[in-house]
């Protein structure tokens, strides 16, 4: 059956709003964010010492309730019954959307199996920022999100996303940064890619590089949760691929030289990071072992 929700308080239904709040400068909030948690009774939230320095700088105190990935379900519950007392209810995550990446996905079901109406306030997103700073095409994009922290499986997601022609849209934290960066240059040798850290902050910053050059990155350097954007694949990439083994295959054929300078000569013949060269040539001797 087809239902219809209209999520603005035109009559006495119970809603919850899901307030997206800021990234990183907490001066990236709307004012009707601020107004509904200013009215409401209670803000429900993923970690209370975080909401509770947002709710500070804005002088709000309200009580707390804590749902979060571990409780969701029971905490929904609880939610549902406070709502359906007329108790003014919104919830926030950490930073960012609640639902992308964080909880509130299941909060939500339970209030729309509830009847209770839900709305979206909207406001900063990491993913969005990150794209639009990438200088990668913007017109079609795949986000994934959080690859999962184990390597194998990390891999055989990455190379199920290999042939996507969209943008491919990742998050990843710290401690994990530098084994995802290798994985991605592994599964996509040849790209352009971003990486956006400590986005809205003032030490905001984007790394723009090829994924062939990922080897070049200080890794110590890369503090904050991050923004991973890849391009994706193109039909000029998959030819090119192809045209330089041929090419390295005829160089490795004819001239008699190390491998480090077949690939010195080849890059510089076709404008692209040695490295990329030397790891094919690499490629190539692998599979004529």
Do not use: W
């Amino acid at each position: 059956m087809i239902k219809k929700d209209k999520s603005y308080i035109d009559d006495n239904s119970p809603i919850l709003y899901f307030i997206a709040t800021p990234i990183g400068n907490l001066k990236d909030i709307t004012l009707r964010a601020l107004e509904l948690l200013q009215q409401a009774d209670i803000i429900a939230c993923e970690d209370t010492r975080n909401t509770k320095k947002l709710l500070s700088f804005y002088q709000i105190d309200k009580p707390l309730f804590s749902l979060h990935e571990h409780n969701e379900i029971s905490a929904a519950n609880c939610l549902i019954e406070k709502i359906k007392q007329n108790q003014r209810i919104v919830y926030v995550s950490d930073a960012g959307y609640p639902i992308i990446s964080d909880p509130g996905q299941i909060l939500a079901k339970i209030c729309l199996q509830n009847n209770i109406k839900i709305s979206i306030i909207p406001g900063a997103s990491a993913f969005l920022m990150g794209l639009l700073g990438s200088n990668i095409d913007a017109k079609h994009f795949y986000f994934y999100g959080f690859l999962s922290p184990k390597a194998n499986e990390r891999i055989k997601q990455l190379k199920s996303l290999q042939s996507i022609p969209d943008t491919l849209i990742f998050y990843e934290s710290p401690h994990r940064i530098k084994q995802t960066l290798d994985a991605i240059k592994q599964i996509f040798p040849n790209r352009q890619i971003c990486i956006a850290r400590e986005l809205s902050k003032i030490h905001e910053e984007y790394i723009r590089l090829n994924t062939n050059e990922i080897n070049q990155i200080n890794f110590d350097e890369l503090i904050g949760e991050m923004v991973i954007i890849v391009q994706g694949q193109t039909q000029q990439q998959e030819i090119d691929k192809a045209f330089l083994i041929d090419e390295i295959n005829n160089c490795l054929k004819q001239d008699n030289l190390k491998d480090k300078e077949t690939a010195k000569l080849i890059a510089g013949r076709f404008n692209l990071p040695k490295n990329y060269i030397y790891d094919l040539i690499l490629e190539i001797k692998n599979k004529q072992n």
